[in-house]
C-alpha cells in the first residue's frame, strides 16, 4: 500500500470500506506531514489537529460499528479560508477579518461533515480570494510544491498546493475567473468549477456573487467527482442556487470518450491569447489522446476573450466595492495594495455600464451555450504552468487576457487536470469545459484522460 | 464623461463614492480606473430599448420566505 498521505480518496475510501486503513491513522499520516513541511509551503493558515483526531475516531468507531456512510467517511480534507466553519477563525487572509470566528458552518462544510469528512484546517487563499500574491496581509502566500520558488496561482492557492503535497486528499476552493482551475493547473491535481447554481455558496465569503462558484480540488478527477456528489444540490439559502437533478457523477466515469466531439477555440489559442510553444505544443498531445480513444476534434468560434473578460471584470469589481465599501472609506490601509488596487475603482463604475456588462454577460453566455449545442467538450490549455512567486502588478488582472473567466460568464462547468511537464518538471494543465450541468461528460473526459497516461504517478518531491 | 478624466476629476468622483482617500491611495485609484474606463468604454454598446436582462427577477426563489 502506498504511503497513506498520498492515497486518493477513492483509494483510501475503499481500504476503509474494507477495514485495511484507519480514518486514525489516515488522518495522523496527514497531520505528520503537514507539521513537518508545511512550513516550506504555507499552505495552511489554520490545522484543526485535536478536532480532525476527535473526527477521526469518531469516525473509526461508527465504521467499526457499522459501515461508512459515505465514501467520504473518514477521509480528511481542508477547506479554502474563506469557507465559514463554525467556531474556527475564517480570515479570507485579510487583516479586515482576523479575528472572525463564524458562528455557523457554510453549506458545503455542512455537507461534507454530514458526509463523515474530517477536517483538517483551512488553507490559505488571496486576500479575499481575488488580491494576489501578497506579503502585506494576514499570512504569507502559498507556494507551490513542484518547486518552492514557485506560485500555486491563485487564490485558491493553498487548497492546491496541500493536495498537491500530499498534506490531504481532498480541499475545496472557489472560483471567479479562475481560482479553482488555475492553482489545480500550477499545481499538477485536478479541479472543478462546477456550472454555476449547482454547488451553494452560502458561507462563502464572497467576491463577485453573480459569479462565485464553489467547487472541489483534489488528485485525481474521480475524487473530484466523489466530492461533488457531496456538495452538489439545491439550497433555498443562495439566492443563486439552481434546483437540479444531482446525477451519479462516479458512475459516469465509464472510461469511454468515443464519439465525444471536442471544440477547441482556435482563434483564441492562435490570435487572440497564444500560449507558449512548449504548452501548446502539450495541448496537441494532449488533444492525440483524445483522438486515440475515439473522440474527435474540430475548430469553433467563440466570441472575443476580451468581451468576456471586460464583462467578467466590470461585474467583478463593481460587486467587489460594493461588498468592501463600507470598509474602503473607514479603514483602507487594513487592505493590501493588490486587493485594494483591484477593487477600488469599482466605485467609480456607473450604473449604466454595470447594465451594459450585464447585458453583454447575457449575449455571450447565449453565444457560448450556442457553441457547445454543437460539440460536447471545448478544450484548450488552462495556463501556463508556474511562474516565480514574486510580487506582481496588480494591473495584470486588467490587462492579461484569461483563458479561464469566459466559463465564469458563461456559467459551464470547467475542469483542469494535469497533461504532463515541462523541461522544469512543473505540471502542464487542459481546461475540459462542459455543457451546462453537464458536469457527468465533463468529469467523464477527465477521469479517462488520467487514466489513458502517466501523469497522475508523479508527485513533487521536498 | 467622454474625455479622459484629470486627476482632481478622478478624486471628484471618488468624493462622490464616498471615497475620501488618503493621498498615498489616491495614484493607485487613478491608475486602477485608467483601466476600467478602457472596459467600460468596450461595452457601451447601442442596445434596444428591451434589451434589459438586469430587470430579471425570479419571483420563485422567495416562495420560502412565504412558508
Not at chain 1, 456559467?411 to 523541461?423: I, K, M, Q
Request: glycine content about 8%; hydrophobic content about 45%; overall charge neutral.
Amino acid at each position: 500500500m502506498r504511503e497513506a498521505a498520498f492515497l486518493t480518496v477513492a483509494e483510501a475510501s475503499r481500504l476503509i470500506a474494507e477495514r485495511k486503513l484507519s480514518p486514525v491513522e489516515l488522518t495522523e499520516a496527514c497531520l505528520r506531514r503537514i507539521e513537518t513541511l508545511d512550513n516550506q509551503i504555507d499552505s495552511f493558515v489554520t490545522v484543526t489537529a485535536e478536532r480532525a483526531r476527535a473526527e477521526a475516531r469518531a469516525a473509526e468507531a461508527a465504521i467499526m460499528a457499522s459501515a461508512p456512510k459515505s465514501r467520504l467517511h473518514g477521509i480528511p480534507y481542508c477547506l479554502k479560508d474563506i469557507f465559514d466553519t463554525a467556531g474556527i477563525r475564517t480570515t479570507a487572509m485579510s487583516k479586515l477579518l482576523a479575528d472572525n470566528v463564524p458562528a455557523r458552518d457554510s453549506h458545503c462544510q455542512e455537507r461534507l461533515a454530514a458526509a463523515g469528512g474530517v477536517l483538517l484546517g483551512k488553507n490559505a487563499t488571496w486576500e479575499f480570494a481575488h488580491g494576489g500574491p501578497s506579503w502585506d496581509i494576514l499570512f504569507p502566500p502559498a507556494r507551490n510544491p513542484w518547486d518552492r520558488s514557485c506560485s500555486p496561482s491563485g487564490s485558491s492557492s493553498g487548497s492546491a498546493a496541500a493536495v498537491a503535497a500530499g498534506f490531504a486528499p481532498a480541499t475545496l476552493g472557489s472560483d471567479t475567473g479562475g481560482s479553482i482551475r488555475g492553482p489545480a493547473a500550477a499545481c499538477g491535481i485536478a479541479g472543478l468549477k462546477p456550472t454555476y447554481g449547482l454547488v451553494s455558496r452560502r458561507g462563502v465569503l464572497p467576491n463577485c456573487f453573480s459569479q462565485d462558484h464553489a467547487g472541489p480540488l483534489a488528485w485525481t478527477t474521480e475524487d473530484v467527482a466523489i466530492l461533488l456528489q457531496a456538495i452538489a444540490g439545491h439550497d433555498p439559502e443562495d439566492p443563486g442556487s439552481a434546483n437540479v437533478a444531482i446525477p451519479d457523477y462516479l458512475a459516469a466515469l465509464t472510461g469511454s470518450v468515443k464519439g465525444l466531439v471536442i471544440g477547441v477555440p482556435t482563434e483564441w489559442l492562435e490570435k487572440e491569447a497564444p500560449p507558449s510553444p512548449a504548452t501548446m505544443a502539450a495541448f496537441e498531445v494532449a488533444l492525440n489522446v483524445f483522438r486515440g480513444l475515439g473522440a474527435s476534434v474540430q475548430a469553433v468560434t467563440l466570441p472575443a476573450i476580451e468581451q468576456f473578460d471586460d464583462a467578467k471584470k466590470i461585474l467583478a469589481i463593481s460587486e467587489l466595492f460594493t461588498i468592501h465599501a463600507d470598509d474602503l472609506r473607514k479603514r483602507p490601509e487594513l487592505f493590501g495594495a493588490s486587493l485594494r488596487y483591484r477593487i477600488i475603482a469599482g466605485g467609480l463604475v456607473r450604473a449604466e455600464d454595470y447594465i451594459q456588462a450585464i447585458r453583454l454577460r447575457t449575449e455571450l453566455a447565449r453565444k457560448l451555450q450556442a457553441v457547445l449545442s454543437r460539440v460536447d467538450l471545448l478544450m484548450l490549455p488552462t495556463a501556463e504552468p508556474a511562474k516565480e512567486l514574486e510580487p506582481v502588478h496588480p494591473s495584470t488582472l486588467f490587462t492579461q487576457p484569461s483563458l479561464t473567466a469566459a466559463f465564469n460568464v458563461g456559467g459551464n462547468p470547467a475542469l483542469s487536470v494535469c497533461s504532463g511537464f515541462d523541461a522544469r518538471g512543473l505540471p502542464f494543465s487542459l481546461q475540459i469545459v462542459g455543457r451546462l450541468f453537464d458536469e457527468a461528460t465533463v468529469l467523464r473526459a477527465g477521469d479517462a484522460y488520467e487514466k489513458a497516461t502517466p501523469w497522475r504517478d508523479k508527485r513533487p518531491v521536498f | 464623461m467622454s474625455q479622459t478624466p484629470t486627476d482632481d476629476d478622478i478624486v471628484q468622483l471618488a468624493r462622490q463614492a464616498g471615497l475620501d482617500l488618503p493621498a498615498e491611495f489616491m495614484p493607485e485609484l487613478i491608475e486602477a480606473y485608467g483601466h476600467v474606463r478602457q472596459m467600460t468604454a468596450r461595452v457601451r454598446a447601442a442596445r434596444p430599448r428591451g434589451d434589459e436582462p438586469a430587470h430579471v427577477f425570479v419571483a420563485a426563489a422567495f416562495r420560502k420566505d412565504q412558508r
